[in-house]
C-alpha cells in the first residue's frame, strides 16, 4: 500500500525540514535548473566551483598551503593550472588527516566516513552538513534520471555496508514510510534473505530499486526461477559495482524494467550518472571536476583510457584536491550526452568485484570484509581469495606485523558474519603488492563464474 506520491513527497520535505535539511530542497531545484542551461554554462559554473575550492584550500587548509606555497601556486587561471599541484593519493590522506581539515570546519557537525575499500587500503575523512545535504540531492536528481522516477513514487534502496546501517535512527524508519521509501540490509546475500527480499519487492511494487549491482543480478536470478514479476518496477540503478552488459542484460530481461548505471564513492559522493534514456556517464558537474591522466599524467584525449583523478567541490570542510583514485574510465565528446548539458565519460572499468560463495549457497559481498578489516588500525591493505569452496586466502599488509590475537579475532568475526566456518590462511606481507593501476580487488573468487554468477540457490 503506498501514499499517493504527491503526499509522500510533501511529508518527505516537510520530514527534512524538521530534521534541520531545509537546504535539500533548494539545492536540488538548483540542479534541476542547471539541466536548462548549455554546456558552456556548466563548464563556467564548474570551473567556478572549482576555482572557489582551490582559493579556499590555500586559504584555511594547513596541507594545500603548503604544497601549494612550495609550487607557487594561489589560484586558478585555468584548467590547467590545477596540474601544477600534486596528486592527492590514499597515502597521503591517511598521513595527513589533520592537515586537510580546514581550520574554519565546524566541528560539531563533520560527521567520520571511510573510503568503501575497493582498493583494500582504509582511510579516514570528514564530511560536514553541508556536503550531506549536496549529497541527498545529488541523489535525488540521479533518482529522477531513471526512467521518470519521482519524489513520492515508490523507492526501495538495497544496501550492504554496514556504515551506513550503523547511522540509521529510528527517525529515519518513519521517513521511510512517510514517503513510500523501503530499504534492505543486504550485507550478506544468503539464499533466504535474497528469497525474502525479491518477496518483498514483488509486495511492494517499487517504481525504482536502487543497489549493488551484484544483488540485483541475484535477485533477477531467483524471479526467474520462481517466474515473479515485480509489478511498477520501471528502473534498476546499479551502484558501487561495475555493471557488465550480461549482467545488466539479465536484470533488464528478467525484470522487464530500464537498467541505469551509477559511479561514486564515499570520498566524493556520486561522480556520475547515465544520462536518461541510456547511454554516456555524465559527470556531475556541480559535485566533483575530474581529470582523466594517461601514464604520463597528461590529459586523456577523447575515448582515451585513463586514470581518474577527482576534485570535490561541496566539502569546504575537507576538500580533497586532485584524488587519485585508480579507477579507468575515458572522456567522451560533447556529442555523447544527447539529453543533459553535461560532460561524458564511458563507464568505469577494473572495479569488479567478486562474490565469495559458501558452500551451503550464501553469496557474500566483498565490503563485509572492507567493513571487517577496517576496525583494525594495523591493517593497511588486504585481499581475499577463495580458490576452494571451504577455503580462505587472506593477504594482510601489516607494517608492524599480524598478531595471532588479530587472526583469531578475524577468523571468529568472518565465521560469523558469512554463517560459515571456513578454513582461513593468513599471509602477513611486509610491504604492498604492485599493480599495474594501484587498484586491488577485495575479493578473488577462483571457483568459476558458474559459482558466482548463477542462482543463489547454487551449491558449491
Known amino acids: 500500500m503506498h501514499l499517493p506520491r504527491r503526499l509522500a513527497g510533501s511529508l518527505y520535505w516537510q520530514e527534512q525540514r524538521l530534521r534541520g535539511r531545509a537546504g535539500v530542497k533548494d539545492r536540488l531545484q538548483w540542479l534541476r535548473a542547471n539541466q536548462e542551461r548549455t554546456p558552456a554554462e556548466i563548464a563556467e559554473l564548474q570551473f567556478d566551483k572549482l576555482r572557489a575550492t582551490v582559493r579556499h584550500a590555500y586559504r584555511t587548509v594547513p596541507y594545500y598551503r603548503r604544497v601549494m606555497d612550495e609550487r607557487g601556486v594561489r589560484d586558478l587561471e585555468s584548467v590547467a593550472d590545477l596540474r601544477k599541484l600534486p596528486l592527492l593519493t590514499r597515502d597521503v590522506l591517511i ?10 570546519a565546524d566541528r560539531a557537525t563533520l560527521q567520520t566516513n571511510f573510503s568503501s575499500g575497493s582498493t583494500g587500503r582504509r582511510a579516514q575523512f570528514q564530511q560536514d552538513a553541508d556536503f550531506r545535504m ?28 554496514e556504515i551506513y546501517w550503523s547511522l540509521k535512527q529510528l527517525v529515519d524508519r518513519s521517513e521511510n514510510l512517510l514517503s513510500n521509501r523501503r530499504e534492505f540490509n543486504t550485507f550478506r546475500l544468503s539464499p533466504q534473505l535474497v528469497t525474502s527480499v525479491t518477496d518483498e519487492l514483488v509486495r511492494f511494487q517499487p517504481a525504482l530499486v536502487s543497489t549493488y549491482s ?28 561495475p555493471l557488465p552488459p550480461a549482467l545488466r542484460a539479465t536484470i533488464a530481461r528478467v525484470l522487464e524494467c530500464d537498467v541505469y548505471d551509477k559511479y561514486g564513492m564515499r570520498e566524493t559522493n556520486i ?55 585508480s579507477d579507468l574510465a575515458a572522456p567522451l565528446p560533447a556529442s555523447a550526452a544527447t539529453s543533459l548539458p553535461y560532460p561524458a565519460m564511458t563507464s568505469v572499468a577494473g572495479r569488479l568485484q567478486d562474490l565469495i560463495v559458501t558452500p551451503s549457497g550464501d553469496h557474500v559481498d566483498a565490503y563485509l570484509f572492507s567493513y571487517l578489516f577496517m576496525r583494525f588500525p594495523e591493517v593497511h591493505w588486504f585481499q581475499v581469495v577463495q580458490s576452494e569452496p571451504h577455503r580462505l586466502s587472506v593477504k594482510v599488509y601489516t607494517p608492524q606485523g599480524l598478531s595471532r590475537q ?7 568475526r568472518i565465521h560469523h558474519h558469512t554463517g560459515f566456518p571456513f578454513a582461513i590462511d593468513f599471509e602477513s606481507l611486509d610491504r604492498m603488492p604492485e599493480s599495474s593501476t594501484g587498484k586491488f580487488r577485495l575479493c578473488v573468487s577462483e571457483l568459476g563464474a558458474a559459482a558466482t554468477a548463477g542462482s543463489p540457490h547454487a551449491r558449491a
Open 214 to 241: 551484484n544483488a540485483m543480478h541475484l535477485i533477477a536470478k531467483e524471479a526467474e526461477r520462481r517466474s515473479l514479476r515485480i509489478p511498477g518496477l520501471r528502473a534498476v540503478q546499479g551502484t558501487s559495482e
Open 271 to 325: 561522480v556520475s550518472h547515465e544520462q536518461p534514456g541510456g547511454g554516456a556517464m555524465l559527470i556531475q558537474a556541480e559535485n566533483v571536476f575530474v581529470e582523466f591522466l594517461d601514464e604520463n599524467d597528461e590529459p586523456c584525449a577523447d575515448g582515451q583510457t585513463g586514470r581518474m583523478v577527482l576534485t570535490t567541490l561541496n566539502n569546504s570542510s575537507m576538500p580533497l584536491v586532485r584524488y587519485e583514485t
Open 95 to 104: 598521513r595527513e588527516q589533520e592537515q586537510l581539515v580546514s581550520s574554519e
Open 406 to 412: 588479530t587472526t583469531e579475532t578475524l577468523t571468529e
Open 134 to 161: 549536496w549529497m541527498r540531492a545529488h541523489q535525488l536528481r540521479t533518482y529522477e534520471w531513471c526512467s521518470g522516477w519521482q519524489l513520492g513514487d515508490p523507492f526501495v534502496l538495497l544496501w550492504g555496508s
